[in-house]
């Protein structure tokens, strides 16, 4: 199976870190985080994989060139950062056809998480599978309303008394390539991106997109306070 990581972003909230850094190999315990979001693919069983690089690409390239612990690694420029469905739709002709697992190069998981996604133990009939997590501000991110473990849709940074679901999207997917010709449909959004969410919604419409609610040990790493949550939270692992 292969795997999509996305990479290019510049990481503003990050900075002074990201200054001379890409965000993605800002040190997390010792490593690069994108290191981490490595072996948890290799540990899966993934065999290729795309990252999507942009800003000081050449680091990341550097660092890892060709493979890493037996993954084939493929490289593709997003020139501008058009979003995360620009992102996705450049890997389809890597892609090409059967599943795949999408992961933002921010959010640190489990390796169970992966494994459980690569080796597709449920919910086999679906078009595509969402991890969500469970947190206390749903408000500050993409908030997913769900019918028993079916996504009805995804709702953006929603007001803080608007939704009922604690359910987040946590930026790890699996896809078909059904997600490609939805993608070609995406409209830019009013901060001038392609977002994924709404390709997701749009799949959705056909009840075909399932949630996986995972407890772990799941952090997007967006601020420094992230950073030094997921840092508390790896060492006692």
Do not use: Q
């Given at each position: 199976m292969k795997a999509v990581v996305l990479g290019a972003g510049k990481g503003v909230r990050l900075r002074p870190l990201t200054?001379?850094?890409p965000k993605v190999m800002i040190k997390l315990g010792g490593k690069p985080i994108l290191e981490r979001i490595l072996d948890s693919l290799a540990d899966a069983g993934i065999e290729e994989i795309e990252i999507v690089v942009g800003?000081?690409?050449?680091?990341?390239?550097?660092?890892?060139k060709g493979s890493y612990r037996g993954i084939h690694i493929n490289y593709l420029w997003q020139e501008k950062q058009l979003g995360t469905a620009h992102a996705i739709g450049l890997a389809k002709e890597f892609i090409g056809e059967g599943d795949f697992i999408v992961m933002n190069g921010d959010v640190v998981v489990e390796k169970e998480l992966i494994k459980g996604l690569a080796h597709r133990d449920e919910f086999d009939l679906s078009d595509a599978i969402v991890v969500g997590r469970e947190v206390n501000d749903?408000?500050?991110y993409g908030v997913m309303e769900l019918s028993e473990e079916r996504l009805e849709k995804i709702v953006e940074k929603p007001e803080f008394s608007s939704t009922s679901s604690k359910i987040i999207n946590a930026g790890i997917?699996?896809?078909?390539?059904?997600?490609?010709?939805?993608?070609?449909?995406?409209?830019?959004?009013?901060?001038?991106?392609?977002?994924?969410?709404?390709?997701?919604?749009?799949?959705?419409?056909?009840?075909?997109?399932?949630?996986?609610?995972?407890?772990?040990?799941?952090?997007?790493?967006?601020?420094?306070?992230?950073?030094?949550?997921?840092?508390e939270l790896i060492k006692g692992k």
């Open positions: 200054n001379g850094t800003y000081l690409k050449e680091k990341i390239e550097e660092h890892f749903p408000w500050r997917y699996r896809f078909n390539e059904k997600i490609f010709d939805e993608i070609g449909k995406v409209k830019i959004s009013k901060r001038g991106e392609y977002e994924i969410v709404d390709a997701i919604n749009a799949l959705a419409k056909d009840g075909k997109v399932m949630v996986k609610v995972y407890g772990g040990f799941c952090i997007d790493i967006g601020d420094e306070d992230d950073l030094k949550s997921a840092e």
